[in-house]
């Protein structure tokens, strides 16, 4: 099966050859077309099985097909994620797969200043990719109109529930339209997120490409167990193995003599110092590079040539501190609450 088949338009279908996407996955090829019949979707999908173009396309050609009835001002689809970075990746699919399409995107979130944000809503948007604590800012101040939305997606619900957000997806769909398409995707369906969908969702099509909890097949898994002190070799072999650097380079650390302290193989320079990269969704920005907060930054959100930063947290990320999961060695984290996704 082909992109062609599933009944895109011209448009659409550019903007994905583009991205070197000629056949679907799986969940693409039974939602896309649901969508496009306008119907509501339950759909049981994990990350990695490409479930963003699975609903961004078909909701990007309804309401290019369509013309907006309340105006260019008020918001035509609204997606909510439970992160910044998620939000920030959707937003991204939009604007790459939409590209030749006559449509605006916009991505808003917490943790940032909120006035640039007001700017671009005020310039109009068909298309607002948010996190739920920063839409209803917005919406407090009356800077977006949800009074417009056709289609609303509510994508990683069962994380949503996780971060404690179901209270704020309530007052989201309290500002909606009554008539609209939903679609909602969850990896797993634990209790809530079914009463949720009760609610939400009007006879929908219930797709479900994997057993629940599965591991997307396009990931590859890898776990290693070693001794607490052959950690970094073991992580420097990997690393080399893969021909991968495992880079940290935007979240806050402590780097330098407490590295030296608490770590001391891990601040080792050449060819076996392992940088790396979080990939959660609560890591917090770097404070700005100006002044004060920029010396902070410089001593403490950058590693020292050489260094590793070390991550403390709140709860393990991993099944121990000498575990490795996806050829990354995992730390304690803790990350600082201001950085959380709102």
């Known amino acids: 099966m082909s992109f062609d088949s599933l009944g895109l338009s011209a448009a659409l279908l550019r ?48 309401l290019s097909a369509s013309t907006p ?150 990931i590859e898994q890898l776990v290693h167990h070693v001794e607490r002190r052959r950690v970094d070799g073991v992580a420097a072999e990997v690393a080399q193995e893969v021909g991968v650097l495992l880079q940290h380079d935007d979240v806050h650390a402590r780097a330098g003599e407490q590295q030296a302290q608490h770590h001391p193989g891990r601040t080792t320079a050449g060819d076996d110092a392992i940088r790396f990269h979080a990939l959660h969704g609560t890591i917090p920005f770097p404070p700005s590079p100006t002044g004060n907060a920029g010396r902070r930054a410089g001593s403490k959100g950058q590693a020292r040539p050489g260094t590793v930063p070390r991550l403390k947290a709140k709860r393990r990320c991993c099944a121990s501190p000498s575990s490795h999961l996806d050829k990354f060695s995992c730390y304690r984290l803790r990350t600082d609450p201001r950085g959380l996704a709102r």
Do not use: W
């Not at 609209?180 to 997120?193: E, K, M, V, W, Y």
């Open 69 to 218: 009835t309340q105006g260019r001002q008020r918001i035509r689809a609204l997606i909510l994620t439970p992160t910044r970075e998620l939000a920030a990746q959707v937003e991204d699919s939009v604007r790459r797969y939409g590209k030749y399409a006559p449509l605006r995107s916009a991505v808003v979130f917490g943790g940032v200043s909120i006035n640039p944000q007001i700017s671009m809503l005020r310039r109009g948007v068909d298309v607002l990719v948010a996190t739920p604590g920063r839409l209803l800012d917005h919406a407090s101040q009356r800077n977006v109109d949800l009074g417009g939305v056709e289609i609303f997606v509510l994508d990683e619900a069962d994380r949503m529930l996780d971060m404690g957000f179901l209270p704020d997806i309530r007052r989201v769909i309290a500002l909606l339209p009554a008539k609209r398409q939903n679609l909602l995707f969850s990896a797993t369906f634990p209790d809530d997120i079914r009463r949720l969908a009760g609610k939400m969702l009007d006879d929908p099509a219930s797709i479900e490409v994997a057993a629940p909890n599965a591991t997307a097949d396009r």
């Open 15 to 62: 903007g994905v050859a583009e991205q070197g996407y000629s056949e679907p996955t799986p969940i693409q090829a039974r939602v896309i077309p649901v969508v496009l019949a306008g119907r509501d979707v339950l759909a049981g999908a994990q990350t990695g099985t490409g479930k963003t173009a699975g609903f961004t396309l078909p909701l990007l050609q309804r």
